[in-house]
């Protein structure tokens, strides 16, 4: 009887995400005694009656590595812990149904779990392990918040993404006299927007770690526009960046529009666009760099099933490959530390950070 691992991937999705299940296919299939299965749409694959799985063979996942997004589909709701269940009237209650998640683990004959997600996700790997579940986890997100690992898959193609449209966005700046306001994603952690901000060229960068003036921003802006109102600037905004007395409440594309209000507002001299980048940094093929990186964290996280290090998550770290336990993964973010060389290296190209 062949050892059989199911693969869980939970959280918004991100360009690797069918890389790194791929690389886990490929992986096990170099040894004979080991079956991959897939739990479609998260853990709603293996609670369903009957399971919505997938046997994941390497014809299935042959040349899935450049694919957006996750042949498995994903969720960021369906917590086990939390999960919503129909009641006998109809209604919908949310209960915890982690030991049917077990049962069910044990009837059919899961050996290992691997379970792909952010750090909300691996909250939920943690409790599973503490409750006997064989799981090893792997980082993924856009965000790049996970502290636990150099980059998390994903991060640089989003910040790719982001960087083109900086790109293009000054180019239509340029040409109209104008103000082009880029928000970008990220959560809580300005990676995306600092990177873009520097590989773009933008003139201003707010980021959640560091609470912008508003006076600040307008004097970078207004330092690009000659007396007879010619010049152009780009703010690269994150999400989740705020006024010093804002309330950090991140509502996707509402930061961008707040402070074209406030430009508008004190009737700023030249004309301001917004755009929300929003979920093309999610979608689309990951670049190479993302496609290594979770081709390296597949492999690893199989072989960590394979030596029975059960608690465990594949990380990338100074340059190595290796594995952290699930405990120390908790609640450790990687926010942008305001001594990181990008910082400076914005700073002394010019970019204001509106402090
Ligand atoms: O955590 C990744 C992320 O893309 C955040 O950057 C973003 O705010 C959020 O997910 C969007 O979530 P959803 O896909 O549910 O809109």
Known sequence: MKKRILIVNSGGDCPGMNAVIRAIVKRAHQESDWEIIGSINGFDGILSEPLEIIRLTEKRVEGIHPQGGTILTTNNTRNPYN?????KDGSIKNEDVSDKLIYNLKVFGFDAVIHIGGNESHKISLKLYQKGVNIVGIPKTIN????????SFGFQTAAQVATEAVD???????????????EVMGRDAGWIALHAAIAGGANVCLIPEIPFNMEKVVKKLTSKYSTYGRGYANIVVAEGAHFKDGDGKIIQGSI?????????EINFEADVRETILGHLQRGGSPIAFDRILAT?????????VKEKKFGTMAIHKNSELSQISLEKVI???????????L?????????????
């Open 83 to 87: 999960y919503p269940v129909v009641q």
């Open 144 to 151: 790049n918040d996970l502290a636990i690992t150099d980059y």
């Open 168 to 182: 293009k966005l000054i180019t239509t700046a340029r040409s109209h006299n104008r103000v082009l306001i880029l």
């Open 256 to 264: 961008a529009r707040k402070i074209a209000a406030k430009l508008k």
């Open 296 to 304: 390296e964290l597949g492999v690893k996280a199989f072989e960590l």
């Open 331 to 341: 609640n450790q973010y990687n926010k942008v530390e305001l001594s990181h060389n």
């Open 343 to 355: 910082i400076h290296t914005a700073k002394g190209i010019g970019i204001s950070f509106g402090d």
